[in-house]
């Protein structure tokens, strides 16, 4: 059987709805409320919040830390960014999932921002919620992993179908996260290093502190998509990230849409900003047999004649991007007429989570420690992330 939605009004014999949470962890029919457990994670500590049996297909996962009444949590982003959300499928000796919970479920840089997609949704900017649909056929282990300085305590809603046997091409639900902080200007960001087998990937989120000492626009990197035997050249490049998102030259605005958005907008008044932005592709479908990585670049086009005007009144730019050529070349070019483009590489601090569906339950990435994911930038953390609000 196959765990489309079905049709609101359709019972399906064989199926049933059954919930782990905290008053039902285990989520054995008739037993919700008969016992409460609340985990507490301490520094260091791992614990499994939820083990499910299968064959099942996960629909609905809500979770929240403590909050100290109604008051913003002190320290929140570097909470969001050092905690984890740790996923084994099927007793698999590999996780498929081992990224920060802010970023998988959609909390750009750590910020606590309300919002809603497709696929995510934050209501208050107090809680995370996901809808992607997650099989699975024997077993489901969740754990929450405390790379924080304090303790956490986790509150979840896991809801899921039993008796749905996923077809064989169902595949599991994988979750890759990276971060890229650039020691030189125009390094690539491997948003999703190649993983190998038959699968589809679902999209991304992404969160960008720019560099303030580049005041050229930032949204020009194209994401590249590397397909099963692609290699020096990808088989599809985005467009700017812009227009990746649908929004056509509108790359500070705020908005928020199914399956595309820009949920954070900073720039600040001495430089450089922070952005989030999620893409993904449930309408148009990415599949891959045998290989897929995904990467991008930071980097500003600009035209020849354009450049040589920035760097007369900016000269120590030339040392905050990466030419493709000498800026002496640029200048004879112009000269003799060309007025080539010119790719100039930027140097902005991003990370991503990648999102995708595999044909193995074991995952195929390393999580970088703590330190490297949280490591100080440009206003970040911020001591405001609390009080940001989404576009409507």
């Not at 949470?21 to 409320?33: I, P, T």
């Not at 080539?340 to 601090?349: E, M, S």
């Not at 074991?362 to 405001?384: M, S």
Request: hydrophobic residues 35%.
């Amino acid at each position: 059987m196959h765990f489309d939605d079905p049709p609101m009004y359709r019972h399906i014999d064989g199926v049933e709805h059954a919930c782990s949470n905290v008053h039902n962890v285990e989520a054995r029919k008739g037993r919700a409320g008969a016992e409460t457990r609340i985990p507490r994670v301490k520094p260091g500590e791992q614990v499994t919040i939820a083990e499910l049996a299968g064959p099942a297909v996960i629909t609905r996962f809500w979770l929240t830390l403590d909050w100290p009444s109604k008051s913003p949590y002190p320290g929140s982003m570097l909470r969001n960014r050092s905690v984890r959300l740790v996923i084994h499928w099927d007793d698999a000796d590999a996780t498929a999932i081992d990224v920060p919970i802010g970023d998988f479920f959609c909390h750009p840089l750590g910020y606590d921002v309300p919002f809603e997609n497709a696929l995510f949704a934050n209501p208050t900017g107090r809680s995370s919620l996901c809808h992607i649909p997650m099989p699975f056929r024997r077993r489901a282990t969740i754990a929450i992993a405390n790379d924080f300085d304090r303790p956490v305590t986790v509150f979840h809603d896991i809801r899921f179908m039993r008796g749905i046997e996923p077809d064989p091409d169902d595949g599991y639900l994988h979750a890759c996260f990276q971060r890229t902080v650039p020691d030189r200007p125009g390094p690539e960001h491997h948003i999703l290093p190649r993983v190998h087998g038959k699968g589809r990937y679902l999209g991304m989120h992404l969160g960008m502190i720019t560099d303030r000492f580049t005041p050229l626009e930032w949204h020009l990197a194209s994401p590249r998509f590397y397909i099963d035997n692609d290699t020096e050249w990808p088989s599809m490049m985005g467009a700017t990230l812009d227009d990746f998102g649908r929004a056509s030259w509108v790359y500070d605005m705020p908005y928020m849409h199914q399956d595309s958005g820009l949920i954070l907008s900073r720039p600040f008044a001495d430089g450089g900003g922070h952005f989030g932005m999620y893409f993904y592709h449930r309408r148009d479908p990415i599949y891959f047999n045998r290989a897929c990585a995904v990467a991008i670049r930071p980097k500003v086009t600009l035209s020849g004649e354009h450049l040589l005007a920035v760097l007369r009144e900016q000269p120590g730019l030339v040392d905050r991007l990466s030419l493709p050529c000498t800026v002496e070349e640029v200048a004879r070019r112009v000269e003799a007429g060309e007025d080539p483009w010119i790719d100039c590489g930027r140097r902005d601090d991003v990370s991503s989570v990648a999102l995708y569906y595999l044909d193995q339950p074991d995952g195929r990435h390393r999580l970088a420690p703590q330190d490297h994911r949280c490591t100080t930038a440009w206003q970040w953390p911020a001591d405001d992330a609390n009080t940001l609000r989404a576009p409507c």
